[in-house]
């Protein structure tokens, strides 16, 4: 191994460590634990896969006498599995579609083995863990209203109808979040990396803006199978499909054709700039995200992007008018 790969990979090392240990001491940098395996993915490209296997295991070793062992232990899967896997695609030129699907298996894989791990050593499933403490908060709050006197005894019992609907609520929607998270945390980790490589001088194929995303038949026909399941279960009500299968499944489907939603308004208000507003962008996801019937209608028009030549009838549209 060259000492230029030995010395850019000691260097790589302790940039991975500062940045864990940013997150694990400093509350409001827990964001950065996102962007963790990005200098290992940056080595990768520039001297190859062993010097990147070598930073990201001797990283995790110096975070083991730093930090307590589970979060160690997150830390050093998050960059080993999913560094070196997502370094190993952009050392191989792979596009923008395979570096997502592996950031994407990586990360889904580095929560599962967390998972198991916590479940193994604590002897306590995460998910009911999760659900305890929210349920104590809610306790908590109800009981903090009830010596207040602040609310009514109808009020404070519909609060508290409330709270365990709540509970149930996250319950059911645990497994969509568990499947949908990697997904977020894959594309911002392969964005940064794209950003952080084209600042730095490389030369890579950069992932597609989300405005110049188009879904595959594939997904557009596993979509559909989702959702005429998910309705013939309900018009039917079938009781042998269990209630967190049917939720899981529709959220996957509303979280598909809104990121196509989200796709297609991009793609509408940008088509004729040359440049897209990230504020205005980011401001448009936020109101999906918090205002459900915005969420509603950018599903929708997912749905009609999918399944429609829309866009090519707007862009003959814009060349008549020209």
């Known amino acids: 191994m060259k000492t230029k790969a030995i010395t850019e990979g000691a260097l790589i090392s302790a940039i991975a460590v500062i940045l ?23 080595l990768a490209l520039r001297q190859g ?28 899967l998050y960059l080993v599995l999913v560094g070196c896997s997502l370094g190993w695609c952009y050392w191989k030129m792979k596009d923008g579609p395979v570096r997502m699907g592996v950031a994407y298996g990586s990360v889904l894989v580095t929560i599962t083995v967390v998972l198991i791990v916590y479940q193994v050593t604590t002897g306590v499933a995460y998910v009911d863990e999760l659900v305890k403490e929210f349920t104590a908060i809610g306790s908590q709050t109800v009981q903090t209203y009830q010596t207040m006197g602040v609310f009514t005894a109808d009020q404070l ?63 557009k026909g596993f979509l559909l199978i989702i959702i005429t399941f998910v ?11 269990p209630e967190i ?32 507003n990230m504020g205005v962008k ?32 707007i862009i003959m549209k814009d060349g008549e008018k020209k």
């Open 231 to 241: 309705l013939v279960v309900q018009v039917f009500q079938i009781s042998a499909v």
């Open 282 to 313: 980011t401001l448009i996801v936020i109101l999906t995200v918090l205002v459900s019937p915005i969420m509603t209608i950018v599903t929708m028009i997912g749905v009609v992007d999918l399944y429609t030549s829309l866009r090519k009838v």
């Open 20 to 42: 864990a240990l940013l997150c694990y001491y400093v509350p409001f940098m827990i964001i950065l634990y996102i962007f963790i395996p990005v200098p290992i993915v940056v």
């Open 157 to 219: 019992s519909q609060i508290s109808s409330t709270m365990d609907q709540l509970m149930h609520n996250i319950g059911l929607i645990f497994p969509s979040a568990f499947l949908m998270a990697p997904f977020m945390v894959g594309w911002a980790l392969v964005v940064m990396t794209d950003t952080v490589l084209k600042r730095t001088g490389h030369s890579i194929v950069p992932l597609n803006k989300l405005s110049h995303w188009q879904a595959p038949t594939s997904l």
């Open 245 to 276: 299968y049917k939720v899981t499944l529709m959220e996957i489907a509303t979280f598909g054709y809104g990121v196509m939603g989200l796709s297609f308004i991009f793609w509408f208000i940008y088509r004729n700039k040359p440049k897209e």
């Open 49 to 76: 896969m062993p010097p990147a296997v070598l930073s990201s295991i001797a990283a995790s070793f110096i975070l083991f006498f730093l930090i307590d062992a589970m979060t160690a232990l997150t830390f050093a």
